[in-house]
């Protein structure tokens, strides 16, 4: 799923947008210029943020955010999350992520505590215990929803595939660590999201997707 910004976008998506996007897709996509990773590159980091976006516009027109920080806390985070992947090909790249994206912030003029809330949760936004993500509201649970909800559908299909082998698992061995996976991805945004319907049911059918492909495979 691909969000489309209208012209009645929130004004707070629109700030983010025009002040960070050219600049962090330009950078993200400078990262990624010497490692080929179809399923995390930075159309990936792309969609992510699309995500990130759809739920804010979600959130502020509901009356759930009012931040005006929110938003451009979001794309910073969203075009980082999964940078240290071009390091480190393990579940723990977030710690590289940080680190990157730390040095992306030392040449802006964001605050400490602003700069530690969006660190924090690119370097966590892989930890699907989903700890401390139980506020819709909060950044670490709009990152780790909207990095969820790209690994639904046929999309999620395929970037399962590649990260899990790129990570020495093999085919026969992905149903049964992709599958709880997947569950566990949905339910945190059912439960996070509930509220909004329309998500719920659009995500439900796509998760639904990668767990019939996954389960077709034999053991």
Request: aromatic letters at 10%; proline letters at 4%; one cysteine or more.
């Amino acid at each position: 799923m691909l969000f489309l910004f209208s012209v009645m976008a929130h004004p707070f998506v629109t700030y983010a947008e025009g002040k960070y996007r050219k600049l962090l897709s330009e950078e993200c996509i400078r990262l990624f210029s010497k490692t080929k990773m179809p399923s995390h590159d930075h159309l990936h980091h792309e969609r992510v943020w699309q995500n990130a976006a759809m739920l804010l516009e979600k959130l502020y027109g509901a009356g759930l955010a009012n931040d005006p920080d929110l938003a451009w806390k979001a794309i910073i985070a969203s075009f980082f999350h999964d940078t240290g992947l071009t390091i480190n090909h393990g579940p723990d790249h977030g710690r590289e992520s940080r680190k990157l994206c730390s040095t992306f912030l030392d040449n802006t003029e964001v605050s400490a505590s602003d700069r530690l809330e969006i660190l924090e949760a690119v370097e966590m936004h892989d930890n699907k215990d989903y700890t401390g993500n139980s506020d819709p509201a909060s950044l670490a649970a709009i990152l780790s929803v909207a990095d969820d909800m790209d690994a639904f559908g046929v999309t999620g299909i395929e970037r399962y595939r590649e990260i899990y082998s790129m990570r020495g698992i093999s085919e026969a061995e992905m149903p049964e660590l992709i599958i709880p996976n997947v569950i566990s991805r949905f339910r945190h945004l059912e439960t996070t999201y509930g509220m909004f319907t329309d998500l719920v049911e659009e995500m439900r059918d796509r998760a639904e997707t990668v767990i019939n492909h996954y389960k077709k495979i034999p053991e």
